[in-house]
C-alpha cells in the first residue's frame, strides 16, 4: 500500500505555521552556523563576523530570484509574484550568489574566500530545506508503485489523475477517474538525501589545498548532477527541450560552470591563498 502524506501545519493564534516555513527557517540557520564556524576555523574572523548580513542578503536573493524565475520562466504571468507558491531552486540559487556578491564587494572582501565555505553550507541547507517541500506535499515525482510511493491528497497541488495530466502532461492510464489520488515517487525525500550526500562529499574535502574558492565549483558539479538526475522523476511541465526540462538545462550549464571554476581555481596564483585551518580536519 503506499504512504498516504498529510501536510504538516499547526495554529498559533491566527497565524498558520507550517513544515515548509519551519524548514526554510532552519536551512539558513544551519547554513549560518556552518559557514560560520568553518571561516573562524580557518582563522579568517573578519569574514565570520560578516556572515549574518550575507545570510539576511541570501534570504532576499533567494526569494526575488525564485519568484521572478517561477512568473518569469514557469509560469509568464507577473501576478504570481505576489503568490505564496513558486520559490524556484534554481532562480534563488542565482539570486542569492547574487545578492552575497554585492554585499562582500561593498564591504571590500573576498567573493572567493566566502565562496569556498557557502558550497558546504548551501548543501547543508537544502536538505534541510527539502523536507519543507516534503512537509507541504509540492514537488513531488511521477506516478509510480514502487515501495516507497506516496499519495498526496492534500498536496499543493493533489497528485490527483487531473492535476498530473493537465497541469504537468502526464499520460494518463485509461480508465482511472480524474479525481483519483495517484501514488508518485517521493522526490522531495530525493533530494533531501542526495543534498546530505553532497554535504558529506564537501565537508570531506573542506581541508583541500587549491586555491580559494575551488569548493564552490565542485559544490555547483554536484548540485548540477543532483538536479539533472532528480528532474527525471520529478511531476514537471517545463520539458521544452526533448525529454529534458529548462531545470536539466540549467543544472547542465551549472555543471559546466563549476568545472571551469575549479579548474580556474586549482592552483593559488600570485598574490592569493590557498586555505588555512587551524585545526585539522
Request: glycine share 10%; hydrophobic share 50%.
Amino acid at each position: 500500500m503506499p504512504i498516504v502524506h498529510r501536510p504538516f501545519e499547526f495554529q498559533i493564534g491566527p497565524v498558520t505555521v507550517t513544515g515548509f516555513g519551519i524548514a526554510v527557517l532552519a536551512a539558513f540557520v544551519i547554513a549560518q552556523i556552518i559557514s560560520q564556524r568553518e571561516l573562524q576555523r580557518r582563522g579568517h574572523l573578519r569574514e565570520a563576523a560578516a556572515i549574518p548580513d550575507l545570510i539576511l542578503a541570501a534570504v532576499v536573493g533567494t526569494l526575488v530570484g525564485g519568484k521572478l524565475y517561477y512568473a518569469g520562466i514557469v509560469t509568464h504571468d507577473w501576478r504570481d509574484l505576489f503568490g505564496r507558491a513558486g520559490f524556484v531552486f534554481w532562480g534563488g540559487f542565482i539570486g542569492s550568489v547574487l545578492a552575497c556578491w554585492l554585499v562582500i564587494k561593498r564591504e571590500k572582501m573576498s567573493f572567493e574566500r566566502f565562496a569556498d565555505v557557502a558550497g558546504i553550507a548551501i548543501a547543508a541547507g537544502y536538505s534541510v530545506g527539502r523536507t519543507g517541500c516534503w512537509a507541504v506535499g509540492d514537488d513531488y515525482g511521477r506516478p509510480w508503485d514502487g515501495p516507497l510511493a506516496v499519495m498526496f491528497p492534500e498536496g499543493a497541488p493533489p497528485s490527483s489523475a487531473q492535476v498530473l495530466r493537465d497541469m504537468f502532461g502526464i499520460p494518463i492510464p485509461e480508465g482511472v477517474a480524474p479525481q483519483t489520488v495517484l501514488a508518485v515517487h517521493p522526490t522531495q525525500l530525493y533530494e533531501t538525501a542526495l543534498g546530505f550526500v553532497m554535504f558529506l562529499l564537501l565537508w570531506r574535502q573542506r581541508n583541500h589545498r587549491h586555491a580559494e574558492g575551488w569548493l564552490f565549483g565542485l559544490y555547483m558539479v554536484l548540485a548540477g548532477a543532483e538536479r539533472f538526475l532528480i528532474e527525471f522523476f520529478r511531476a514537471k511541465d517545463d520539458r521544452f527541450f526533448g525529454p529534458l526540462t529548462l531545470a536539466q538545462v540549467i543544472a547542465l550549464c551549472i555543471c559546466a560552470v563549476g568545472i571551469w571554476w575549479m579548474q580556474s581555481r586549482r592552483h593559488p596564483t600570485s598574490g592569493e591563498h590557498a586555505i588555512t585551518a587551524r585545526q585539522p580536519a
